[in-house]
């Protein structure tokens, strides 16, 4: 879905703090959910470069309080 | 029913701008809102700054991120 190290002429990769990649086992009307096999994506910059980095972090099952959802789409089609 | 959620659902099934507080914009066909202004929208463009960042088939946005909805 996001790919990693690409430079910050997006201005959205400054906005886009982390994403999540998973299945949705569940979810509620707050949009909490219970993903699986979840990949998320944390994107950083450091000092001096504006190069965008990246890292991952896989989780086999976790549980995401809905109030920090902000968007939820199909990763087929991003 | 009230005149706001007239409009909104009026807008329905037409092209809108939805704007986050973030400053993110999604520039799409309304395709479903609810009382918490929980958005779908269809064939979206993700702006930022006029800067047209992503495309999405569909997508959901949580209510509490929407700034406004305007017609396009």
């Known amino acids: 879905m996001s790919e990693s190290n690409s430079t910050s002429s997006e201005p959205l990769d400054l906005i886009r703090l982390f994403d999540i990649c998973a299945n949705v086992q569940a979810y509620d ?3 909490n959910m219970v993903l699986s096999d979840a990949t998320e994506t944390i994107f950083y910059t450091e000092q001096d470069s504006p190069e965008i980095k990246s890292r991952t972090k896989k989780s086999d099952m976790v549980f995401i309080r809905g109030d920090s959802v902000i968007l939820v789409s199909d990763a087929a089609n991003v | ?35 918490y202004m929980n958005v779908v929208l269809k064939d979206t463009v993700e702006m930022v700054e006029n800067n047209k960042v992503r495309n999405y088939e569909e997508v959901f946005l949580r209510g509490n991120n929407v700034l406004y909805i305007s017609q396009k």
Not at chain 2, 17 to 30: A, F, I, R
């Open chain 2, 1 to 35: 029913m009230s005149s706001t959620s007239n409009f909104l659902a009026e807008m329905t099934n037409s092209p809108v701008v939805v704007k986050l507080q973030h400053g993110l914009e999604y520039h799409g066909v309304l395709a479903s809102i609810d009382g």
């Open chain 1, 29 to 31: 009307m707050h949009c």
